[in-house]
């Protein structure tokens, strides 16, 4: 085993993921905990996760960009919904204006973290994936910032005659680099936020592109570029105008989720009505009539309608069916329609993993993070030192990473002014509930993953909120010592054991 002179020391913190969110709490770190010594370790050989690995044609945000960029270094252009190249150039530079950069090992795969009570510390075991080379890192604090799903694949369903299929099938997950679709017949079966934006971004250059479907989801448009942003500029300092853009949008994206579980009917009227306005009476509004309430599964969401636009040209069209079986040359549906394709991509959704499939381990016994409840949305009950920042799912990502990020500063400092080793979660009087962290929402990545996932407890603070006021409340100003954060108690009973 090699070990570096950096690996023989313990670090104070050890972030996993060089993401949104590894590098969002590698910036709080830097400014709220300057003396704390860190890492990242990131599997990828570039910053930016989820930016980094999507490169299919129109990658996106689904949010828009006033909201989902750090509060600390808010989104600088008006534009609404950012492409994916822009938005990793964005973490990049953000990640270089916090000198950051010179903390990331890339090309690194955590594999085990175990938690030593005696020692008061974590072990991680970790590879290199180039060179093969096994790493030992050791910390005192691990933040998980891997987000939600696996990225060595996407998730594909079994379809029936796949292997007869003599055209190219394709997850946007693992996008070709030289994929030539020019003047090529294309499907794309789906209907989430990939799919629209994968129709419309291809539909100039192929031969036709038909939307697949089996049912439908709701699809909002919004302006490409926010034209009250633009006009303040002219009077207004940037900084003053951006912020007053993310404001407004925070509030109006908290409305529309608080509105839709609460007038579910009202919303439904209002967001098929606006669908219907765009895309006229030659297109059937079945294929944009789910057959859930709003916010059951998260809304996706496209620039000036360009997937309504582009489905009313001859470029393409869309199709609400079953797929029966592939052919050679295509898909039969179950309505007996069959359609012909070159390329058939499925944009059929995530594999949902959780704290990026690494084993965690308490003092040799290996830990199920669905027997754990989840503590303020942060940390996992009964796991000392552990966070695991996610975002929101119902907002924009870095809404919740941001809050989760510096809630954890605020902990780390709080341990050192008072000496302490070790905090954790205690539930004396709460019980786990049968719903998962993300029991919000009905998507099938997260049904599929449900059982896996930790759980909601019967009262706060084990409960997830989705509340960005509630749980900015909850994280920055409530006091840290609540009673339930146990501290140090792991490693002094150890020690006194031992002794």
Not at 84 to 99: F, H, K
Not at 128 to 150: D, F, K, N, P
Not at 326 to 332: A, I, R
Not at 458 to 472: F, S, T
Request: hydrophobic fraction near 40%; include cysteine.
């Amino acid at each position: 085993m090699t070990h570096t002179s950096e690996q023989d020391r313990v670090l104070d913190v050890l972030i996993v993921g060089a993401g949104i969110s590894g590098i969002g709490m590698a910036c709080h770190l830097r400014q709220a905990c300057p003396d704390q010594t860190f890492a990242i370790l990131e599997r990828r050989n570039s910053i930016g996760g989820t930016w980094d690995l999507f490169r299919y044609p129109g990658i996106r945000s689904d949010s828009d960009m006033f909201s989902f960029g750090y509060q600390f270094r808010p989104w600088q252009e008006p534009k609404t919904l950012s492409d994916g190249a822009s938005i990793r150039d964005y973490l990049v530079d953000t990640a270089r204006e916090y000198d950051i950069e010179d903390r990331i090992r890339f090309g690194v795969r955590t594999t085990r973290a175990e938690w030593s009570s005696t020692e008061a510390c974590w072990t991680l075991a970790a590879t290199h994936e180039a060179s093969g080379e096994r790493q030992v890192w050791r910390a005192r604090y691990l933040i998980l910032c891997t987000g939600y799903y696996r990225y060595d694949a996407g998730f594909t369903p079994d379809f029936p005659g796949l292997d007869r299929f003599r055209g190219t099938f394709v997850h946007p997950q693992q996008w070709p680099e030289d994929l030539d679709y020019a003047g090529k017949k294309v499907v794309v079966i789906g209907s989430g936020a990939t799919a629209i934006t994968l129709v419309p971004a291809m539909a100039q250059a192929t031969a036709h592109i038909t939307m697949l479907q089996r049912s439908p989801s709701y699809i909002v448009s919004l302006p490409a570029v926010d034209r009250i942003s633009e006009r303040l500029q002219r009077w207004l300092p940037d900084d003053w105008v951006f912020a007053m853009a993310r404001r407004r949008n925070i509030g109006i994206q908290r409305l529309m989720y608080v509105a839709s579980r609460k007038y579910p009917k009202l919303m439904r009227r209002l967001l098929l009505g606006s669908v219907r306005r765009q895309v006229g009476g030659d297109i059937d509004m079945r294929h944009f009539t789910p057959s859930y309430d709003p916010w059951d599964e998260r809304l996706c969401v496209v620039p000036n309608g360009d997937l309504f636009k582009t489905l009313r040209s001859d470029r393409a069209d869309i199709v609400t069916d079953h797929i029966e079986t592939f052919t050679e040359s295509g898909l039969q549906l179950t309505s007996g329609a069959s359609l012909d394709a070159d390329i058939v991509i499925s944009a059929t959704g995530l594999n949902m993993q959780m704290l990026g499939d690494i084993e965690i381990a308490k003092d040799g016994e290996v830990q199920t993070p669905s027997e754990h409840m989840t503590y303020k949305g942060v940390l996992l009950e009964n796991m000392p030192n552990l966070a695991a920042i996610f975002g929101y799912t119902n907002a924009s990502w870095t809404l919740k990473a941001d809050i989760a990020a510096a809630y954890v500063c605020r902990l780390l400092e709080h341990m050192r002014a008072h000496g302490h080793v070790s905090a954790t979660p205690r539930a004396a009087d709460a019980r786990a509930e049968d719903a998962s962290i993300m029991d919000a929402l009905n998507s099938g990545y997260v049904k599929r993953a449900s059982a896996k996932l930790p759980r909601q407890g019967d009262r706060l603070p084990w409960r997830v909120l989705n509340h960005y006021k509630r749980d900015r409340d909850m994280l920055i100003d409530e006091p840290i010592d609540d009673g339930v954060l146990v501290f140090d108690a792991d490693a002094d009973r150890t020690r006194r054991d031992a002794a």
